[in-house]
């Protein structure tokens, strides 16, 4: 597979539309979830070209005592699945009180963040649909895990898991927990998500609510099961 750099989310999304659009995955009906903040600007575009409703799945990373930005794990909104890396977790002695307080305190901004996205709107309906679970990049895949592992307990008929771009070895790790997998470009020199986008700028929250609140406006005369 050809190593791509994108321009932006957006391009991304429309590329990976594009391949998600010959999967024929239209059998069924269709629910778009984008991991936020970054996932949802690429899942708005497949959404889009899907003509599919568009909703979150929060994942919040476990991190490492002392070094906030290594994980050793993660957390998905839902029935709270905490995913652990027992290996990593050992070789860096994280004791228990440790781990039981970050669990504790993703679980707070899980929950602070789903009133931000979703509102008062429920939860969409995921038995018998097709679930296109997006992020913009996979580097480890354990929060990419943990939501499918989330997602897998609300039945959706097919879990697909798809992303512009992903660590060879994660889309190993990840291919047991989905039915089927879309990915753009799988480097095997990964490095890091942004390595791939000339343009990798942050996502605001504002701008992510705003294309979850465009989308819901699509189907707000839809009935509460199709939403």
Same mark, same amino acid.
């Given at each position: ?32 979830? =984008? ?10 575009? $497949?959404?889009?070209?899907? #003509?599919?409703?568009?909703?979150? $799945? ?17 957390? $998905? ?15 860096? =002695?994280?004791? #228990? ?33 097709? @679930? ?13 895990? @943990? ?12 879990? $697909? ?5 992903? @660590? ?35 996502? #605001?929250?504002?701008? @992510? ?15 509460? =099961?199709?939403?």
């Amino acid at each position: 597979m050809k190593t791509i750099v994108f321009e932006n989310r957006r391009d991304a999304g429309r590329q990976l539309a594009e391949a998600i659009t010959k999967c024929d995955y239209r059998k069924q009906p269709l629910v778009v979830l =984008g991991i936020p903040r970054g996932g949802v600007v690429v899942a708005d575009e $497949v959404a889009e070209t899907l #003509s599919a409703p568009l909703d979150v $799945v929060i994942v919040r990373k476990l991190r490492a005592p002392y070094q906030p930005e290594l994980g050793i794990g993660a957390v $998905v909104d839902g029935d709270n699945i905490s995913i652990i890396n027992e290996e990593l977790v050992r070789a860096l =002695g994280v004791s #228990s009180d440790y781990l039981d307080g970050e669990i504790a305190c993703q679980r707070e901004e899980i929950e602070r963040r789903l009133r931000i996205y979703r509102g008062d709107q429920p939860a969409p309906e995921l038995a018998g649909k097709t @679930a296109i679970v997006i992020d913009d990049g996979i580097a480890t895949g354990y929060t990419f895990r @943990a939501a499918l592992e989330g997602l897998r307990r609300r039945n959706p008929a097919r879990l $697909v898991a798809a992303a512009p771009v992903a @660590a060879r070895d994660s889309v190993d790790m990840l291919s047991p927990f989905a039915d089927e997998t879309v990915f753009l470009s799988t480097p095997v020199s990964f490095f890091s998500v942004g390595t791939w986008y000339r343009d990798f700028d942050q996502v #605001s929250d504002e701008e @992510a609510v705003a294309i979850l609140r465009r989308n819901r406006s699509r189907f707000k005369t839809r009935t509460p =099961g199709n939403d």
